[in-house]
């Protein structure tokens, strides 16, 4: 009983060739295709959901099933002295209130809920931190959890804004926008753990470049860094690979998951920077 676990949920995505120090659980959230629900990472792939958005098919997310929570709970909660659970940014689900009521409910003392105030690669991030405090007997609380999200930035890029509109991430002016000027914004989880815009290119090209050289800032400030990258579909793998060799190092690769694609849409690639730790 002297363990400590983590918990995260499948917006978390992880470098393929990161193994954690600590034990790690992952809680599936929904993905919901023409009515029919399929548990992110258990029942449905990137591949699989990439393949079903190009055919048009009707695409949206829900929260893990309160089955789901309790059954990962029941599971490990006599495994471990004290068990960390960091959910997606409150700003983008309700997934940290769910995983909260079963908490209350179930009186699990030994769960301390976090909300990692981001998504993707950044929870990734934030929880490589956490689990070197826990193994160098660090106390961590949310606190911890906002000045590691401060210490890094994920910028992203989109073909098309069209799927984040559908789920609310962004309004139908700046949709429109987009499409007259042909538009190609940068964007990234702000502090508060909204998505924003950090850029906007005229092109993809010149989307690309702005990346890079926010990315560069970044670097020139914070000189002893770690470097990150993912990528939706295959086709994007490419594009990420392009903008990696612009860069001076790259400390592995995460695919993005399903629940976060069906949000982004399958063209969609990213790079993280963050201070080394």
Known sequence: MDKIAFVVDSTADFPMDWKPPLDLYRLPLRVIVDGREYRDGVDIDPDTLCSLMREHHNVSTSLPSTEDIIKLFEEIKDKYRQIFVLTLSQKLSGTFNAVRMVIQ????????????????????????????????????????????????EMFFLLES??????????????L???????????????????????????????????????VSAFIQKVPNYLLYGGY???????????ILSKLSRCDGVARVGATVLAHT?????????GKAF
Do not use: T
């Open 105 to 152: 409910n179930f009186n699990l003392r030994n769960f301390i809920l976090l909300d990692s105030k981001a998504v993707s690669g950044k929870i990734f991030y934030i929880v490589a931190r956490l689990m070197k405090d826990v193994l160098n007997g660090k106390r961590i609380s949310q606190q911890s959890v906002i000045e590691y999200g401060r210490d890094c």
């Open 161 to 174: 804004l069209e799927h984040l509109k559908k789920g609310g991430r962004i309004g139908k002016l700046s």
């Open 176 to 214: 429109l926008l987009g499409k007259l000027l042909n538009l190609k914004p940068v964007l990234k989880i702000n502090r508060e753990g909204e998505v924003s815009k950090a850029a906007v290119g005229m092109s993809q090209q010149d989307a690309v470049a702005k990346l890079v050289r926010m």
């Open 232 to 242: 939706g579909s295959i086709q994007m793998k490419e594009r990420l690979e392009e």
């Open 265 to 273: 849409g399958p063209e969609v690639l990213g790079v993280l920077v």
